[in-house]
């Protein structure tokens, strides 16, 4: 499986209401659209999540599918999900990978690109 057939794509919005800057609390949402440009049915089986903040910390996430649910994405659709993250500082990145079963049963590792965790403002 060439790396173009799976398409991802991150947006990514920091929610105040839910954050504690004074207590070092800093929760992200992130909508994920996974778009299947290949030509056979691909499940979603397991996720696999490094998110690092700005002091460095690492914390790993894995687990199956995603927001309880291991989507089939047929050729040509996209299935997308919108899920969370809590930071103990205001700036941090994830990135990760997916795999998926491919309707032949063959099993393909999808990488996540890295992107960017950040409270409006904190950069200039």
Avoid: C
């Avoid at 060439?2 to 991150?10: A, H, L, N, R, Y």
């Avoid at 070092?24 to 778009?35: H, K, S």
């Avoid at 996430?61 to 047929?74: A, C, Y």
């Amino acid at each position: 499986m060439d790396s173009e057939q799976i398409q991802i794509s991150v947006a990514t919005q920091y929610i105040p209401a839910q954050s504690e800057p004074e207590q070092n609390r800093y929760v992200f949402a992130y909508t994920i659209t996974i778009r299947n440009n290949g030509d056979q049915a691909m499940q979603l089986l397991h996720r696999h999540w490094l998110i690092t903040d700005a002091d460095g910390k690492k914390t790993e996430v894995e687990g199956p599918g995603v927001v309880g649910q291991q989507p089939d994405i047929l050729p040509g659709s996209e299935f997308e999900y919108t899920s969370g993250t809590v930071l103990d500082t205001p700036l941090g990145v994830m990135q990760g990978s997916y795999t998926m079963q491919a309707k032949d049963n063959s099993l393909h590792q999808v990488a996540i690109p890295a992107f960017r965790l950040a409270q409006p403002n904190i950069l200039h």
